[in-house]
Every structure is written in C-alpha cells, then in structure tokens.
C-alpha cells in the first residue's frame, strides 16, 4: 500500500495528472475558441512530456486523451468538428515532433542559460514543424480548400504561426519558471524534491 501511494504521489505522476488538467482545462474548447479562454497547450504538453517524463507509454497516453478530449468537445460539448477531418491523423506526428524535442532536450537538461537557449531553439524547431504538419495535411487530405491553391492557402494560414509559436513558448516558460522555484525551495531546504525526471 506504501509503495502505490508514493507511485502516486512521485513528481512524475504529480507532473502527468497536472498535465492532462492543463490538456483538459484549453484543449475542450480550442476549436473557434472565444477569447475568455486560454489557447490549446497540447503543443507544450507534449513537449513537456518528453522533457521532463521518462516512460515513453506517456506519449501515447496523451494522444488518447487528446484524442476522447476533441471526441468528447465534438458529440458532447457541441463544438464544431470543422477541424476533424482524415488530415486529424496527421496530428500523431505533429505532436510526435515535440515529443522527441523534448526527449532530445532531456539528456542535457538544466536551468542554465546554455541549457536553456538550446531547449529554446530545438522548440522553435519542433513547433514550427508542427505548424507545418498540421496545417500542410489539412489543405492536402481534410477537402476544405478544393478551390484554393496551395499558396493561398499558405498566406492564408500565415497569420496564426505567431501566435501558434506563442502559446507553446508561453506555456513552456511557465513550466520552467515551475521547476526552477521548486529547486531553489530545495536548495533552502523547504522540500525534499530531485527533479521531475528523479535521480
């Protein structure tokens, strides 16, 4: 009984439940979201998964949570399902990019200004081809577009990269700026806490 309590209560499974919260709390509503809610952070979760998570069946965990999230938003939130289309199958590299991104920045990992430019450009790399993924399969295989050339739609497209870039730089600051408080709380002695990643 000990032993499931501290499984439970170990800074990976603290780190997966407030992850799939976040996932739950902006993805419900991130299809023609208002502005009264904050922007879908599955990009940084799913970067911050292979960051800061050791066990690779926390991948596709997240992908079936993503994918009941957006099931449940469509049949029973009364979302539109504009964006589902075959071209939805595409998000499994999308988030399958910073997913290895952040188990790329993982074996080096720490909160120095070294260590941090580097997670910063391998972000920058693995989110603009997100950007890329999803937004290239939807013209090609969701049938949205018949009439407008692949440049059109590009430009078209164009205007939501800053913010799309934005929202996952954002919230991965967020996080960073979680971790480094919760190690200098260590470094005072007010907790016992070796990392989300353990020793």
């Known amino acids: ?18 992850l799939a919260v976040v996932m739950v709390a902006t993805r419900y509503f991130h299809f023609g979201a208002p502005p009264l809610f904050l922007p879908d952070a599955s990009l940084a979760i799913f970067f911050l998964a292979g960051l800061y998570m050791r066990r690779a069946i926390v991948f596709p965990a997240l992908l079936i949570a993503a994918g009941v999230i957006d099931y449940l938003a469509i049949n029973v939130g009364g979302v539109s399902d504009w964006c589902f289309s075959p071209a939805y199958w595409f998000l499994i590299p999308t988030y399958a990019g910073l997913w290895f991104g952040g188990r790329y920045c993982a074996a080096n990992h720490a909160l120095s200004l070294q260590s941090l430019l580097r997670l910063g450009t391998v972000l920058f790399v693995a989110t603009s081809a997100a950007f890329v993924i999803s937004n290239g399969s939807f013209y090609l295989f969701s049938d949205r577009y018949p009439e407008m050339s692949w440049a059109e739609y590009a430009l078209a497209v164009t205007k939501y990269y800053a913010p799309y870039m934005a929202s996952a730089f954002i919230y991965t600051g967020v996080a960073l700026m979680v971790e480094r408080a919760l190690a200098q709380t260590k470094q005072k002695g007010i907790m016992q806490w070796d990392g989300f990643q353990g020793k």
């Not at 032993?3 to 499974?13: H, K, V």
């Open 1 to 18: 009984m000990l032993e499931i309590r501290q499984t439970f209560s170990s800074p990976q499974a603290i780190l997966l439940w407030v």
